[in-house]
């Protein structure tokens, strides 16, 4: 095991990672940008470095500065958490170089699943079901008007250097191809400095069901059931539940255990997420792999009473994995609830500000993973993730109930700070999320949006912090 690591990120996830190095008797040291001075991980760490200014470009997205607070402070490993650096094969490799351990799979296996449409042909390759499609990046026009002919519309056009949700354009009809074409190439180029798309069939309506995957550098892996993420708004989780609802037994175990093959076959190590499409007829079709730990893993943690960190720990510190796929016991139901300084009447459009009141949750089954505190300053500057609310019951509706319970008793104030827990008490109230009967429209048809979407890139890239969680 490690005796330093250095963590490569801020808020909620930074306290996570700094809490499992506490309990791992790993010393850790926190990273914080000008505007994270008073952040709580920069108390709860053993050492804190200052890496730059609040534009997260220059503190939280400069490599340099990271490798440098690593050098100077002996740290042997780094974790990246989600967003931010997490998904960069070149700051894995950079980390290598450095002599410093990149916590996540190895650059190689990052660079081959971070390109979706190279994800989408090994797994086709290891016999994985798939959304009938293009097998490579398309090479004009023409090439795209053949495929989306061929497996009939309505299509998607995807940047096979975009996930979670960016750089992809639904096409209804064969007269709004080209355009379509040409716009998400646009879009690819200016993101992610990457023209290359590919095209599936458009699945709707379906459900978002992920998996949970952890695997060893000695050939060893489990599945650690599914969690169903269909609650989003424009590509951002609110809700997420596990196991995924309302899906007979017989399928969740086959979902699972495809993407334990899939990982597998990709030499995947660490922890790993594999996104599926679910249909009404319970068909589930591969979409995309995320090589990080994701927002929501407490959901599983709270099923398993496993600690995904400890975890991602022990398998970079070169631990053979000690958990048999028969240990795993998924048991009752997990749900958490994102709340974010946003405002729901207002688009969603973040409120930051200092909180002057500040009582997260507590109780039996309830865990509240917060940087928050009282008099803690939200800042504009990062994602407005304030609080995960996360509940485990034995059942479905006591985790509900609980979770409205939790939800009650969460206080949050502070000058023109709002959050989201209205909106998401009104998708709690929803007869269709109540009966675990929901797809991917729930919050859009909450929301009052027209269905369809045309064009499913996110409003604003004024965020950078915002992508790949
Ligand atoms: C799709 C799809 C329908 N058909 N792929 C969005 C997130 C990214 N991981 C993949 N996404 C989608 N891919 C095919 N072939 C619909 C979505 C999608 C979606 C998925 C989950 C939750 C919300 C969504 C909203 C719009 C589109």
Known sequence: ????ILIANRGEIALRVARACRELGVRSVAVYSVADRDSAVVRLADEAVCIGPPDARQSYLNAAAIIEAARKTGAE?????????????DFAEICADNGLVFIGPRPEVMVALGDKSKARALMSDAGLPLPPGSMETLGTVAQARAVAEEIGYPVI??????????GMTVVLSAEDLASAYDRTRIVGQAAFGDDR????RYLSPARHVEVQVLCDGYGNGVHLGTRDCSVQRRHQKLIEEGPAPALSGVTLDAIAETALRGALRAGYTGVGTFEF???EAERFQFIEINCRIQVEHPVTEMITGVDLVHEQLH????????????????QGVAIECRVNTEDPDRNFMPTPGRLTRFIPPNGPGTRTDTHGYPGYLVGPYYDSLLAKVVVWAPDRDLALGRMERALHEFEVDGPGVHTTIPFIRRVLDDAGFRKGRYS???????LGVPDSPKDSVPASSAHLSRRTR
């Not at 490993?77 to 094969?89: I, N, R």
């Not at 056009?157 to 960016?166: L, P």
């Not at 510190?317 to 028969?326: F, I, S, W």
Request: glycine share 16%; proline share 4%; with cysteine.
């Open 197 to 200: 798309v590919y095209v599936e």
């Open 157 to 166: 056009i995807k940047c096979a250097a975009g996930g979670g949700g960016r």
């Open 77 to 89: 490993a780094v974790h990246p958490g989600y967003g931010f650096l997490s998904e960069d094969a």
């Open 315 to 330: 398998i970079a510190g070169g631990v053979p994995l000690r958990l048999r796929q028969e240990d795993v016991r998924l």
């Open 440 to 446: 991917t429209g729930l919050v859009d048809r909450l």
């Open 277 to 279: 499409l679910v249909d």
């Open 1 to 4: 095991m490690f005796e330093k």
